[in-house]
């Protein structure tokens, strides 16, 4: 048992007990009470022990107890059981946990998956209770908000999850950069530019952590396609790995210092980046400041004692052979047992920090309809209105009706550990429904009964990870259509995808529109347009898709993404206009998949025709391969900009029931060299109350260093602007946001000459213009390690 005690450090100090605080100095504290958790049952408070003493302290007191045993099991997890999902005893269908070292009193420490929610079990055996956790809009929607105060929000709402239900550390989120919109996982991530990704992490962070539970954001680097993900070697030329790839975290390490990272599967120039210590060690600890702890990826590197020695502290989920290859190594002298220290000094503060050992009383009571409220407040804002030639909003009365599968079964959000296991989800219909808008009768009775008929045939899933193929479209037949057509006033047009991990998606029936669904848009438009009526397209989609080729077709064009569990409602809200549009698109929608550059190289070449599995659970199966980064710098607006490719739509792109104007614009110097303060204002210029997205891009000189045209440096969303009304805005740009990394010069810089930074609402859609001129060159920031690929990779170029 463990006991409590409440001590005078001072009586213990006379007393000449210097066990009580050990070494430590107690002339700050002499005079405190300091009650403590006699955790070994000694009888004295030691360091570790002493509430009063700083974490790092205590987790050395704490390490210098442990036996080699005991070490080599705090630095590997528990395990990991594939039918239950995770590897935690308290809180069935975590990711994994940390061993208990019951001798000290340490608790095990609970690690649960996310990032659109903590993903637990929603049922217990021989519990009646029911553990659902909130399902909140996937990252690219989220992103979309344009709204970091929003995006904290949310994160504050995942954090009284994470809290109540008994984890201390939140596997999410994740802020990897959409390279290619084929990356099976880029609805976990925010988008394809680094100060977006990196602002929403820390956002997401800052909520989280204020609960006093920890965050991970991952995958630390370059996780960016799922095809053969743990025997990818990326290979990146170090300027395009620093400013698009690394940028992000390092932005977001700055904004928010979490408690974790989780390193990628894959290797980056031929080394696994949990394996990798000048990454680990030299870019991620010394050049960017990182204080937290680094764990795997669940079952990633070939090698426990290289991730030691790199600098990965814990692994993930942990398995026998990796701790008996860590106690050998030290036992034989290949791996010096203070290299074990320095990653457990980090592993025991996080767990002296966590609620568990705290002795936190969860409540398994988390005030779930307060976030239900959070999360459509958060899907709303991040509805991206891209096309309304008068169809939208819609009025209380008029008639609608809904086609398309998913019109009928909403898709919260993507599969894998990105899952949430939330009590519902509101489909479009529902959210009709709820608003008193019941959608034609006759078409829902057809739809839901050809999905069951079709559901039933199904087999069952083989495993949690699989992702099931979508439902074959419902084929309409003409006397249904007429039918509708006759007795409604608008159709609704809805277009489904969804994607997870272990497979990348697919460029035909799947970024590409289906025929079933190209011949459903054709056949509906035209039946309503017939009649003088409208049609509107929502694409209920984690990523991005085709669709020039049949927008013509329709009249409004919504994209809600995956909008969590609350998806239906915050669509409806958008589409009568209860909720003004202000989603802003933070990726880019190409013309076509061809138009992308990595399009021809898109998830990497087999360097092998060996097929290999992987050692544990045997759901990994891939090639070893090898992706070229040849996109270099110019990924997403950069590119198409740069190169003069037309899009769909635009970075940044996205309508309003209203409009807005940009007026005021002045440009100052903050100061220091190269940091400047921009100021504006921006007017309501239409009938209807709304929210903006103010973007601030900058284009620099040409100099010596390559440069995208022009790059996002700063953005604000205003809050509600009434008609005829105002909102002044003040924004801000640091050096390191105008520099370039020079490969020659090992640093950041900030070339001499002219700066022209561009207001507007999208990359292209420009408003006003100031430029300020930079006459001498200014090193931001050198860099300690040089990250190259074994043979430079070709890049495009736009000279």
């Not at 030691?308 to 860590?326: K, S, T, V, Y």
């Not at 992706?627 to 899009?647: A, K, S």
């Not at 602007?721 to 010069?745: C, G, M, W, Y």
Request: charged share 20%.
């Amino acid at each position: 048992m463990i006991s409590n005690f409440k001590h005078s450090i001072l009586a213990c100090a006379f007393a000449g007990l210097t066990a009580c605080g050990g070494n430590a100095p107690t002339s700050e504290i002499a005079n405190a009470a300091v009650s403590y958790t006699d955790r070994n049952n000694n009888g004295v408070m030691d360091d570790f022990e002493n509430p009063a003493l700083d974490v790092s302290l205590r987790a050395t007191d704490l390490i210098t107890r442990l036996s080699l045993a005991q070490k080599v099991n705090l630095l590997t997890g528990t395990g990991f059981q594939l039918n239950n999902v995770g590897g935690s005893e308290k809180v069935p269908g975590a990711a994994g946990s940390t061993f208990a070292i019951p001798e000290l009193g340490i608790p095990a420490m609970v690690l649960a998956d996310g990032p659109a929610g903590l993903r637990i079990s929603p049922t217990r055996e021989n519990d009646p209770a029911s553990y659902f956790a909130t399902a909140f809009p996937i990252a690219t929607a989220l992103a979309s908000t344009w709204n970091t105060q929003l995006v904290t929000q949310v994160g504050d709402a995942m954090g009284e999850e994470v809290k109540e239900y008994g984890v201390d550390l939140f596997l999410a989120p994740g802020m990897n950069i959409h390279a290619n919109p084929l990356a099976g996982r880029n609805f976990e991530y925010y988008s394809e530019d680094p100060l977006i990704s990196g602002s929403m992490a820390a956002s997401i962070v800052n909520g989280v952590e204020a609960h006093g539970v920890g965050t991970t954001i991952k995958h630390f680097v370059a996780n960016n396609a799922e095809t053969s993900r743990m025997w990818l070697d990326a290979h990146i030329n170090e300027q395009a790995y620093r400013e698009i790839y690394l940028r992000g975290f390092e932005i977001a390490i700055e904004a928010s210092q979490p408690w974790a990272i989780m390193t990628s599967y894959n290797k980056v120039n031929g080394v696994y980046t949990s394996q990798d210590e000048v990454l680990l060690e030299a870019v991620l600890r010394q050049e960017f400041g990182y204080e937290g702890l680094v764990m795997t990826d669940w079952f990633a590197g070939d090698s426990a004692v290289a991730q030691m020695q790199a600098g990965n502290d814990l692994i993930m989920p942990g398995m026998p052979d990796q701790r008996q290859a860590i106690t050998d190594a030290v036992k034989s002298g290949s791996l010096n047992e203070s290299v074990l220290d320095r990653n457990l000094q980090r592993i025991v503060e996080t767990i002296l920090k966590s609620p568990s050992y705290n002795g936190y009383a969860y409540s398994n009571k988390p005030d779930l309809q307060a976030h239900a409220n959070v999360a459509r407040q958060a899907a709303a804002e991040g509805v991206v209105l891209l096309k309304n030639k008068n169809a939208l909003p819609v009025n209380a009365d008029t008639r609608i009706a809904a086609f398309g599968n998913t019109s009928y079964d909403f898709i919260a959000g993507g599969t894998g550990s990105g899952d949430v296991n939330e009590a519902y989800t509101v489909s479009l219909v529902d959210g009709l429904n709820n608003a008193n808008i019941p959608v034609f009768s006759p078409l829902q009775q057809a739809y839901t009964a050809f999905m069951a008929e079709e559901a039933a045939k199904r087999p069952p899933k083989k495993h949690f990870f699989e992702l099931q193929a979508p439902l074959p479209e419902f084929s309409l037949p003409d006397a249904l259509l007429n039918e509708t057509v006759a007795n409604t006033d608008v159709g609704l047009i809805t277009i489904g995808r969804n994607a997870g991990e272990f497979q990348d998606r697919q460029l035909d029936d799947d970024f590409n529109l289906t025929a079933a669904e190209l011949t459903m848009i054709a056949k509906v438009s035209d039946a309503y347009h017939k009649a003088g009526k409208k049609v509107v397209a929502v694409l209920n989609t984690g990523g991005v898709i085709e669709v020039a080729s049949w927008r013509d077709q329709v009249d409004a064009i919504v994209l809600p993404w995956q909008g969590g569990q609350e998806a239906g409602n915050a669509l409806v809200d958008v589409l009568t206009g209860k909720v003004n549009p202000s989603g802003r698109l933070a990726t880019t929608f190409p013309l076509t998949y061809a138009n992308n550059p990595t399009s021809d190289v898109f998830p990497g070449k087999p360097t092998s025709d060996e097929t290999v599995t992987d050692p544990y659970i045997g759901l990994f199966v891939g090639k070893r391969t090898q992706l070229d980064y040849v996109d270099g710098i110019y990924v997403g607006y950069r590119y198409y900009d740069t190169f003069n490719v037309p899009v769909a739509y635009d970075f940044g792109y996205g309508l309003s029931y209203t409009g807005f104007d940009i007026e005021g614009v002045s440009v100052s110097s903050a100061g220091s060299p190269a940091e400047f303060t921009i100021t504006l204002s921006v007017s309501n210029t239409g009938d209807v109350t709304g929210k903006d997205v103010i973007q601030v891009y900058a284009s620099a000189p040409t100099g010596d260093i390559p440069k995208a045209n022009k790059i996002l440096v700063a953005f604000a969303k205003t809050g509600d602007i009434s008609p005829a009304s105002t909102e002044d805005l003040t924004l801000h740009v640091n050096a390191k946001r105008l520099a370039s990394f020079s490969e020659t010069q090992r640093a950041w810089v900030v070339e001499a000459g002219d700066y022209t930074f561009h207001v507007g609402h999208s990359s292209q859609d420009i408003i006003k213009q100031v430029t300020v001129s930079i006459p001498q060159s200014i090193v931001v920031s050198k860099v300690l390690a040089e990250l190259v690929p074994p043979v430079s990779v070709a890049e495009i170029s736009p000279k």
